[in-house]
């Protein structure tokens, strides 16, 4: 028998990932179930619940034409050869890919406790691979650095996820700073690159912080979410939303700067300003009828994933804070 793994082992602290413990986030995966089952209504159901589908790939049979069946499905050599119309029928696919969106740009090197936004994004977006691997589907990502996009196509194997773990930390390791050297991409970039891989039926896991997941997203995450699921996974540390009255000592484990206590008002404009901004990514979410879950990365990842995507996890409600 195996050892049972204490969910506190799995808990990733500081400023940098690590390999190894993103491996071992494996053991939670039959744990999760990433979409709502659905009820077979007939033999080439699926098991999922999505957006879209499409036909098959994978031919099964054919048979006598019937009203209803779509006329681009007529197999014409067998209705010339035999004089009635025949169709072909295709077997629904029973799984499909997950691609992960991981937005590991400099802003996502900050933390105020427990672990920096960029370690609690690469445990989140593991977490994920392991558990879509467990149900059958393809496992792909989108790493988005301040400069370019890595792709880890879609495959359904332990070297997929694995590929994928290795590039995230390697990209998360290369930040230095929340502050970009040259400046950034904008998520849109991010985006539009999901549009350009995502298969029709794919589902989309979106891990950001989104400090600029605004207007100028909106057109393509409403174009993805024509043909693909997506779920926004939203990284919030406290110290970004309430600047707290005390001076604070902040560190990027190597150096350290003093800050010093702030103004009444400068505190109140600040928690103004980023309220302003996290509502702005609720009100395009909800307009586009996105699932936005929220992540406290001062706090453990696995249960709070537990209780988002767990086996019996709540069913009143798509979105929780």
Not at 64 to 86: C, E, L, M, N
Request: charged content about 25%; aromatic content about 6%; some cysteine.
């Amino acid at each position: 028998m195996h050892k049972a793994i204490n969910h506190s082992e799995l808990n990733l602290r500081g400023a940098y990932p690590e390999v190894a413990p993103l491996v071992r986030l494996r053991h939670i995966a039959r744990q999760l179930r990433l979409f709502k089952p659905r009820l077979n209504r007939s033999d080439q159901a699926g098991n999922l619940l999505t957006r879209y589908r499409g036909r098959g790939m994978n031919f099964e049979e054919v048979r006598y034409y019937q009203p209803g069946d779509d006329v681009r499905s007529i197999d014409w050599r067998v209705t010339a050869r035999t004089g009635k119309t025949h169709t072909k029928l295709y077997q629904e696919e029973r799984e499909r890919p997950v691609v992960i969106l991981l937005d590991l740009r400099s802003p996502m090197f900050f933390g105020s406790q427990n672990a920096f936004k960029s370690v609690a994004a690469c445990s989140i977006a593991s977490a994920l691979c392991w558990a879509g691997l467990q149900h059958g589907d393809r496992i792909g990502a989108l790493l988005f650095s301040d400069a370019e996009v890595e792709t880890v196509r879609p495959r359904r194997s332990h070297h997929a996820v694995l590929a994928a773990i290795h590039s995230m930390v390697e990209t998360a390791s290369a930040l230095q700073s929340p502050i970009a050297n040259g400046g950034s991409q904008p998520l849109s970039i991010l985006l539009e690159e999901a549009r350009r891989i995502a298969r029709p039926g794919s589902a989309l896991f979106l891990i950001s912080d989104c400090h600029d997941l605004d207007e100028h997203c909106e057109q393509s995450l409403y174009l993805l979410t024509r043909h693909a699921d997506l779920q926004v996974l939203r990284i919030i540390d406290p110290l970004e939303q309430q600047l707290p009255e005390q001076p604070l000592t902040i560190s990027d484990g190597k150096q350290r700067t003093f800050l010093g206590k702030s103004s009444r008002g400068l505190r109140q404009q600040f928690a103004l300003d980023q309220a302003r901004v996290r509502e702005q990514t609720a009100q395009i979410c909800r307009r586009l009828n996105l699932p936005l879950l929220d992540f406290d990365n001062t706090q453990p990842v696995v249960p709070v994933l537990l209780s988002r995507y767990g086996e019996r996890q709540p069913t009143n409600g798509r979105r929780q804070a």
